[in-house]
């Protein structure tokens, strides 16, 4: 008779205890998994181009992105993804100066992420930058598949500048 109550007490004890790590528990796998937000970035000025990129989270303005590129002239880069959540997003684009009437104005292009945010993209020029943080789902997705579309054509086009036969002669 006492093992069954000495069973019991376990039992009734352990239940106790994990009751309220259950709660917990059951958020975290009924909770939504969130993928991070692509950036794409596009230099469509005649010069080349360096960028930074950087996100700053809203309330602390602890930096959460940081990225450099060097970009030429058609050049697409597609960097690493930006977290969803409530940041302060800048672009800044460092000027040039070639001598020839090169852009030389550093350029600086602010924005939000939030959680709603689908895809980021950048497109730099010789005089400005478009930004464009993109939170339609529909919204994105047009955009990728131009980008792709757009990326092919390029491609085909350097494919058959480069298989084109020249005369030297």
Do not use: W
């Not at 239940?15 to 939504?32: S, Y």
């Not at 993804?81 to 672009?91: C, G, K």
């Not at 400005?128 to 598949?145: C, F, N, W």
């Amino acid at each position: 008779m006492k093992r069954r109550r000495l069973l019991q007490t376990v039992g009734a004890v352990g239940i106790t205890a994990t009751a309220g790590c259950l709660d917990g528990v059951r958020e975290h796998f009924l909770g939504e998994v969130r993928t991070n937000a692509p950036v794409e970035v596009f230099n469509a000025g005649g010069y080349p181009f360096d960028v930074t990129i950087e996100a700053r989270e809203a309330g602390t303005g602890r930096e959460t992105y940081d990225v450099n590129i060097n970009l030429i002239p058609d050049e697409r880069a597609i960097p690493q993804n930006i977290a969803r959540n409530e940041q302060q997003f800048s672009v800044t684009r460092y000027g040039v100066d070639r001598g020839s009437g090169g852009a030389t104005e550093d350029l600086v292009e602010t924005g939000v992420i939030t959680e709603d945010t689908q895809l980021v993209l950048i497109h730099l020029h010789d005089a400005e930058i478009d930004l464009q943080i993109i939170e339609s789902e529909r919204e994105a997705e047009t955009e990728r598949e131009e980008l792709e579309e757009e990326a092919n054509v390029t491609t085909e086009d350097a494919e058959e500048n480069e298989s084109s036969p020249t005369d030297d002669t």
